[in-house]
């Protein structure tokens, strides 16, 4: 992973999807600076539609849940974690058996709803 050096530009960071067939790549509309947040985790959202995303701020007292879409690039943000001082990035999230909710451990638990 590379990490700028002081007084160094911060490396840019996006998100694109391609078909295992091959084919034109779609990219997530993430919002904001691709040099000043993170990609912090990145996986399926229990499905072959939707990414879910980590997007912290440089700061990493921001992390926001956002599902994005493989095929069009639409991004929607379902949660906002924060704190002054900072938060963790949640490695364990868990989705129900339908697959239609999933839970967030922070400093506190959250369980949330697909939206749609």
Same mark, same amino acid.
């Given at each position: 992973?590379?990490? *700028?050096?002081?007084?160094?530009?911060?490396?840019?960071?996006?998100?694109?999807?391609?078909?295992? @067939?091959?084919?034109?790549?779609? $990219?997530? +509309?993430? *919002?904001?600076?691709? %040099? +000043? +947040?993170?990609? =912090? %985790?990145? !996986?399926?959202? !229990?499905?072959?539609? @939707?990414?879910?995303?980590?997007?912290?701020? %440089?700061?990493?007292?921001?992390?926001?849940?956002?599902?994005?879409?493989?095929?069009?690039? =639409?991004?929607?943000?379902? /949660?906002?974690?924060?704190?002054?001082? $900072?938060?963790?990035?949640?490695?364990?999230?868990?989705?129900? &058996? !339908?697959?239609?909710?999933?839970?967030?451990?922070?400093? &506190?638990?959250?369980? /949330? =709803? %697909? *939206?749609?």
């Amino acid at each position: 992973m590379q990490y *700028p050096k002081v007084g160094t530009t911060n490396s840019a960071a996006t998100v694109g999807v391609v078909s295992a @067939d091959g084919g034109k790549t779609v $990219w997530m +509309n993430i *919002p904001g600076d691709k %040099r +000043n +947040n993170y990609i =912090a %985790r990145m !996986d399926w959202a !229990d499905n072959a539609q @939707d990414l879910l995303i980590q997007h912290m701020n %440089r700061l990493q007292n921001t992390n926001k849940l956002m599902f994005c879409n493989a095929t069009t690039g =639409a991004v929607k943000t379902v /949660f906002t974690d924060t704190d002054k001082a $900072w938060v963790d990035a949640c490695d364990d999230i868990k989705w129900t &058996e !339908d697959s239609k909710s999933f839970t967030y451990v922070s400093g &506190e638990i959250y369980g /949330f =709803a %697909r *939206p749609g």
